[in-house]
């Protein structure tokens, strides 16, 4: 018998030691996995797992807040999509998400390739400065933006007239309104979206872009075929986020215009707060709410799946 065969054959039979208790390790740290976790999970449930399950509940009632609650099915999802008042805010929410999602989209991008560059002088200042606004607290970034276009003590208004352009009231203008408003939203909120872009752009390897170069591509055809496709998983991270802030806009219309004027710019969230807290139909309220929450997840997974699939066509 030869030392290799010996070497084999003392291999084959070496076990190693069994756990104690006869169980794997990972079976043993599992129940202590969930002992920790539990406090978490408890949490998850009260305040937002039983919460959910009771809107789903009023949503099927006429609940008030006040008396005897009464079941009357899916009265309150046909009032949601028969009612030309609730009908005209989802309009609006869908007007405002096409203007915000793809302008704050493209100047988040636009910009991240330019801070991007390395060769910019004080590009670290330049990316902080448009990062602020982000953090900012939207009521408070509302206020200063209606003091600014303020018609009578603003400061936009005083500087455009002193050129003389005449700005007008644009939050009380039904035409101007909206694109103020969903303006405000894009500078609160494309910092961030940049930030993550930047991010993105970094993790692309530089040596993708040499072999474009060697093959003649220009900066358009490098940005189309190696930018965009290497940028697939935070495009669409940064569209949905940016669908999801649009769909659920409400603070700075509420601070800013109200809904108005002559409810112009009445979202789906600013009806959610006027038809349960003013109004106190907490189940059209809470339906209109299961009515917004599907249109979201549906729109995220279809962003998802569609990103997905041009990730496999690219690999």
């Known amino acids: 018998m030869t030392s290799l065969t010996r070497s084999r054959e003392r291999k084959r039979a070496y076990r190693p030691p069994a756990p104690l208790g006869g169980r794997p390790r990972s079976g043993r740290q599992a129940p202590i996995a969930l002992l920790f976790l539990l406090p978490a999970l408890v949490i998850l449930i009260a305040f937002v797992g039983w919460p959910m399950l009771s809107a789903l509940r009023l949503s099927f009632t006429n609940a008030s807040g006040f008396g005897i609650e009464e079941w009357v099915g899916l009265d309150n999802y046909v009032r949601v999509f028969t009612d030309p008042r609730i009908l005209s805010t989802l309009g609006n929410t869908a007007v405002y998400t096409v203007l915000f999602t793809p302008t704050a989209l493209i100047a988040a991008l636009l910009l991240a390739l330019l801070l991007g560059n390395r060769r910019l002088i004080a590009r670290g200042f330049f990316r902080t400065a448009l990062f602020l606004p982000f953090i900012v607290s939207l009521a408070v970034a509302a206020f200063a933006w209606t003091y600014l276009l303020d018609p009578q003590v603003g400061l936009l208004n005083y500087w455009l007239r002193s050129i003389g352009i005449q700005l007008g009231n644009v939050l009380q203008d039904p035409a101007l309104a909206m694109p103020t408003v969903v303006l405000v939203a894009i500078w609160k909120n494309f910092g961030f979206y940049m930030v993550i872009f930047i991010a993105g752009l970094q993790e692309i390897p530089e040596s993708l872009y040499e072999a474009a170069k060697i093959d003649g591509a220009g900066a358009w055809r490098r940005f189309i075929s190696v930018t965009l496709?290497?940028?697939?998983?935070?495009?669409?991270?940064?569209?949905?986020?940016?669908?999801?802030?649009?769909?659920?806009?409400?603070?700075?219309?509420?601070?800013?215009?109200?809904?108005?004027?002559?409810?112009?710019?009445?979202?789906?969230?600013?009806?959610?707060?006027?038809?349960?807290?003013?109004?106190?139909?907490?189940?059209?309220?809470?339906?209109?709410?299961?009515?917004?929450?599907?249109?979201?997840?549906?729109?995220?997974?279809?962003?998802?799946?569609?990103?997905?699939?041009?990730?496999?066509?690219?690999?």
């Open 229 to 315: 496709p290497q940028l697939s998983n935070t495009l669409a991270f940064v569209i949905v986020f940016a669908m999801i802030a649009a769909l659920q806009a409400f603070d700075q219309i509420y601070v800013m215009t109200g809904g108005g004027p002559y409810r112009s710019t009445q979202t789906v969230v600013m009806e959610i707060y006027q038809e349960g807290f003013k109004k106190l139909d907490l189940g059209v309220a809470t339906a209109l709410s299961y009515v917004l929450l599907a249109a979201t997840l549906i729109l995220s997974l279809v962003q998802f799946r569609f990103f997905g699939r041009r990730e496999k066509d690219n690999a």
